[in-house]
């Protein structure tokens, strides 16, 4: 590390309050002076490894994110921050990490890197497990928006966290632990991200946090419906996302307070775990099967034409199989865009760790087969009725030589051909002509 520039490149994993965390990282890295390289392009001075522990998987991907930037460089610093840093830290150092971050001094990273190179002393920011695991008080202080550097034709889409941590603690979650309570970020602080990015060209922005619908519980001046209309109502923001939401949120009022709001885009990623209500509770879950689905109906009262994705758990402990029917059957009644299946993974120090009943590997693998099969064929009835129609797109990239492909207001995947102009960026009218598992392929009629 004897060059003037020092170089540093992020992987990240799991969720969109990552992505965001680690472009505020990646902000700091460049404001003492770092060059941020790309993932493709190999020997970098420093690695920020951005870990997720959602799953077991999740753990596994973590490690073998580390061991590889490891391998990439021997002589680089690997800084590893995120849940699996958290509730794991030992484990990170262990297996290649040199800096180990806790959640509360990701904000340092670049400073503590720096520090780092400094003295060449493998350090542990990250409480251990067990003080993880405490009951956090939420903190005071801002979480400050990121300010990632990107070329014009990448000023699309924009995430904007909104908060950190939740207080829910469902029975199979670890992320309460490793996130900490929920605290949410001041009303005007959020504004003025939102303003700061459409004055720098992004078109949409999406509202992401660990638990969005507790957003505003902390504070004294207002909740998420307060946010909306100030966040929405900024000039040249023309579409606005959530990032994943719960049932109860979608309350008369709430679904009134979006009505008003032009630019918030007809899709919700409604959270679902369980279509029985038997292992919802299980699950510790705070509301039930037909909450869930007046939720959906007044989303479509409001959106008809709404796109509703999901999570669905399958495996729980104690799921037998007339209890996964019923989740599977639920899930079909819903009409769903697209269900992300997960297989139950057991989370050392969670509740669901402990129960009984297994469900086996292989009933698990095969129930989780049936929710992607059945996540394909509703997501392609879904596409299907706007064959002919016109969808309003914001095309973000270039998937092949004049094919460019970007979303619908209601989450379609969009791709169409443009052998004109370059669309990136742009919001048009996309008529579909032909529909596939995972897009439909369109004409473009404006921009």
Do not use: W
């Not at 780092?116 to 928006?145: C, H, M, S, T, W």
């Not at 509703?378 to 460019?404: M, N, R, S």
């Not at 969009?414 to 009218?429: E, L, M, N």
Request: glycine fraction near 6%; include cysteine; hydrophobic fraction near 35%.
């Amino acid at each position: 590390m004897d060059g003037t520039t020092l170089t540093v490149c992020a992987y990240t994993l799991g969720c969109k309050v990552n992505v965001y965390d680690t472009e505020k990282m990646m902000e700091q890295f460049k404001l003492a002076g770092f060059a941020k390289v790309p993932e493709t392009e190999r020997g970098a001075d420093v690695y920020v490894v951005n870990t997720c522990s959602v799953t077991a998987m999740a753990d596994k991907k973590s490690r073998q994110a580390i061991r590889r930037a490891k391998r990439e460089n021997p002589q680089a610093v690997i800084v590893v921050c995120g849940c699996f840093a958290q509730l794991s830290p030992q484990q990170a150092l262990d297996i290649g990490a040199d800096l180990v971050i806790g959640r509360d001094d990701k904000e340092r990273a670049a400073e503590l890197t720096l520090e780092f190179i400094g003295e060449r002393r493998p350090r542990d920011y990250a409480p251990v497990a067990e003080e993880a695991q405490k009951d956090l008080a939420p903190a005071q202080k801002d979480l400050a928006p990121a300010q990632e550097d990107l070329a014009p034709g990448d000023r699309t889409r924009a995430y904007v966290k909104i908060q950190d941590g939740c207080d829910n603690y469902c029975a199979y979650c670890v992320i309460p632990y490793a996130r900490g309570r929920a605290r949410s970020r001041p009303i005007s602080g959020i504004v003025d991200e939102v303003r700061g990015l459409a004055e720098r060209g992004y078109k949409e922005i999406v509202l992401t946090g660990i638990h969005v619908a507790s957003y505003g519980k902390d504070l004294s001046d207002g909740d998420l419906q307060t946010l909306l209309p100030l966040a929405a109502g900024v000039d040249g923001i023309e579409r606005v996302r959530f990032s994943s939401v719960e049932p109860l949120l979608i309350t008369e009022e709430f679904c009134e307070t979006l009505s008003r709001l032009p630019n918030i885009c007809d899709h919700f990623h409604l959270s679902l775990q369980s279509g029985c209500d038997a292992t919802l509770t299980r699950m510790r879950r705070r509301y039930n099967t037909s909450q869930y689905r007046e939720a959906v109906e007044r989303l479509r009262e409001a959106y008809p034409d709404a796109g509703i994705t999901t999570d669905i758990i399958v495996g729980f402990p104690g799921e037998t199989d007339e209890e996964f029917e019923q989740s599977r059957s639920f899930a079909q009644s819903m009409d769903f865009l697209k269900i992300h299946v997960f297989p139950f993974s057991p989370k050392k120090g969670t509740a669901a760790a402990l129960m009984p009943q297994r469900v086996i590997d292989g009933v698990k693998k095969a129930r989780a087969d049936r929710l992607l099969r059945l996540s394909e064929s509703l997501g392609l009835a879904f596409k299907t009725k706007y064959i002919g129609k016109h969808l309003k797109v914001l095309f973000e990239d270039e998937v092949t030589p004049g094919v460019f492909a970007g979303y619908s207001t209601n989450y379609i995947n969009v791709r169409a051909c443009s052998p004109v102009c370059d669309p990136r960026g742009r919001i048009g009218i996309a008529r579909p002509t032909d529909v596939f598992t995972n897009y439909v392929k369109a004409d473009i009629l404006r921009l």
